[in-house]
């Protein structure tokens, strides 16, 4: 994700050393919302160890995970960019945060009832695209807010963001 970021700022002619040291806020981002997502999904294991809700407790986890979240202006405000670029910075942040609650929040939802139609009616074509929306909420548009973050901050032009962006 973060090397993403930075090598989409070069993909445009920026300098990707302007973002090099902000790298880290991006992942602290994806750590939280995994914090989040293993406290919704009830899961007792991530990369290999004990979940950090298992660890610290159900109320330290939520709060660890949301507190990332913020780490987000740390990286706007570090930039050497202008004003206008920074606030479209965080309007492209807030839009891709709605959209992965959103993909969690249609997981946690869940499938079964669309299973269950798919099977009865032999037909999987709405089941599939609800698993295509969750995904592309869930992981698509955080890895294209790493793109974006990559591209306003090099100075891309509105065809070059708009082709990134899809």
């Given at each position: 994700?973060?090397?993403?970021?930075?090598?989409?700022?070069?993909?445009?002619?920026?300098?990707?050393?302007?973002?090099?040291?902000?790298?880290?806020?991006?992942?602290?981002?994806?750590?939280?919302?995994?914090?989040?997502?293993?406290?919704?999904?009830?899961?007792?294991?991530?990369?290999?160890?004990?979940?950090?809700?298992?660890?610290?407790?159900?109320?330290?986890?939520?709060?660890?995970?949301?507190?990332?979240?913020?780490?987000?202006?740390?990286?706007?405000?570090?930039?050497?960019?202008?004003?206008?670029?920074?606030a479209r910075l965080y309007r492209i942040f807030f839009e891709a945060m709605r959209a992965a609650h959103a993909g969690q929040a249609m997981d946690l939802h869940g499938l079964l009832t669309l299973a269950e139609e798919a099977v009865r009616h032999r037909d999987i074509t709405v089941l599939i695209r609800a698993v295509e929306t969750i995904h592309v909420n869930k992981t698509g548009i955080p890895v294209a807010l790493c793109v974006l973050i990559g591209a306003v901050t090099a100075g891309a032009d509105e065809d070059q963001i708009r082709a990134m962006a899809s």
């Open positions: 994700r973060a090397n993403i970021m930075v090598d989409a700022c070069e993909a445009v002619g920026g300098d990707g050393r302007l973002l090099q040291p902000w790298v880290g806020v991006i992942e602290l981002l994806h750590v939280g919302s995994l914090i989040v997502d293993d406290v919704e999904d009830g899961s007792s294991m991530r990369r290999g160890g004990a979940c950090c809700h298992e660890i610290y407790g159900t109320p330290v986890a939520i709060n660890a995970g949301n507190c990332a979240y913020f780490f987000f202006d740390r990286l706007v405000e570090g930039l050497p960019i202008s004003l206008g670029k920074k």
